[in-house]
Nanobody, 121 residues
Framework: QVQLVESGGGLVQAGGSLRLSCAASGRSFNSYTIGWFRQAPGKERELVAAIRRSGRSIYYAGSVEGRFTISRDNAKNTVYLQMNNLKHADTAVYYC??????????????WGQGTQVTVST
């Protein structure tokens, strides 16, 4: 099992930046794919970015590609989401999640509690 805690959310003006952190505790952090999801009010939760165990395979949603960067530091059991050029549409609760199923599909079954990101216009 792995426990996840997000931090780094807050209020930022459009065009600004934030860096979210997802700190993991438990066993074998480097055996998990880690994803960042977000959910805005009235909308479905969506996968924003994901990084495989090795860090070499990365996924981004089209809406954030070129603006967000996901990275991981396995020595610190932490995954980061650097968010630049933020837009009002990025306002949401951001969650990190862990997937221990391997490197073929996504099957996230461990979740953090979420951190609020609010982008003002």
């Amino acid at each position: 099992q792995v426990q996840l805690v997000e931090s780094g959310g807050g209020l930022v003006q459009a065009g600004g930046s934030l860096r979210l952190s997802c700190a993991a505790s438990g066993r074998s952090f480097n055996s998990y794919t880690i994803g960042w999801f977000r959910q805005a009010p009235g909308k479905e939760r969506e996968l924003v970015a994901a990084i495989r165990r090795s860090g070499r395979s990365i996924y981004y949603a089209g809406s954030v590609e070129g603006r967000f960067t996901i990275s991981r530091d396995n020595a610190k059991n932490t995954v980061y989401l650097q968010m630049n050029n933020l837009k009002h549409a990025d306002t949401a609760v951001y969650y990190c999640a862990a997937d221990g199923s391997g490197d073929v599909t996504f099957d996230f079954n461990y979740w953090g509690q979420g951190t609020q990101v609010t982008v003002s216009t």
